[in-house]
Nanobody, 121 residues
Framework: QVQLVESGGGGVQPGGSLRLSCAAS????????MGWYRQAPGKAREFVAT???????NYVDSVKGRFTISRDYAEKTVYLQMDTLKPEDTAVYYC???????????????WGKGTLVTVSS
C-alpha cells in the first residue's frame, strides 16, 4: 500500500520560513511528478508547485521567487521551502504524487492528508 505523509507545517510570523516534507512509502515501482497543493479556509484547493521526475519545476505565480520545490529520489521525498511567508499563504498544504506501485501497470494519483500552515502576527 502506497502512502504519502507530510510534515513540517506550523505557525510562523509574516516574513518567516517553513520547510514542508512529504515522504512516499510502500511497494513503489516508480514515482513520476510530485507536487504541492493548498486549500485555504472557504476556498477551493489550488496548485502551488510541481517537480517532474526529470527535475523540471513549475509554480503558481503567487509563490514564484518565494517558494522552492525539490525532491530526493533516493528517499522518495519532496520538499517545499517556503520563504517570505505572507498571511495569504495560510492553508492546509497537500502533497501529491503520481506513483506506480509494484502491483500496478500504470501510475496513479496519490494524496497526503495535509499539513496546516498558519502565517499570522
Amino acid at each position: 500500500q502506497v502512502q504519502l505523509v507530510e510534515s513540517g507545517g506550523g505557525g510562523v510570523q509574516p516574513g518567516g520560513s517553513l520547510r514542508l516534507s512529504c515522504a512516499a512509502s510502500g511497494t513503489i515501482r516508480s514515482i513520476g511528478n510530485m507536487g504541492w497543493y493548498r486549500q485555504a479556509p472557504g476556498k477551493a484547493r489550488e496548485f502551488v508547485a510541481t517537480i517532474t521526475s526529470g527535475g523540471s519545476t513549475n509554480y503558481v505565480d503567487s509563490v514564484k521567487g518565494r517558494f522552492t520545490i525539490s525532491r530526493d529520489y533516493a528517499e522518495k521525498t519532496v520538499y517545499l521551502q517556503m520563504d517570505t511567508l505572507k498571511p495569504e499563504d495560510t492553508a492546509v498544504y497537500y502533497c501529491n504524487a503520481v506513483i506506480q506501485s509494484r502491483s500496478d501497470w500504470y501510475g496513479r494519483d496519490y494524496w497526503g492528508k495535509g499539513t496546516l500552515v498558519t502565517v499570522s502576527s
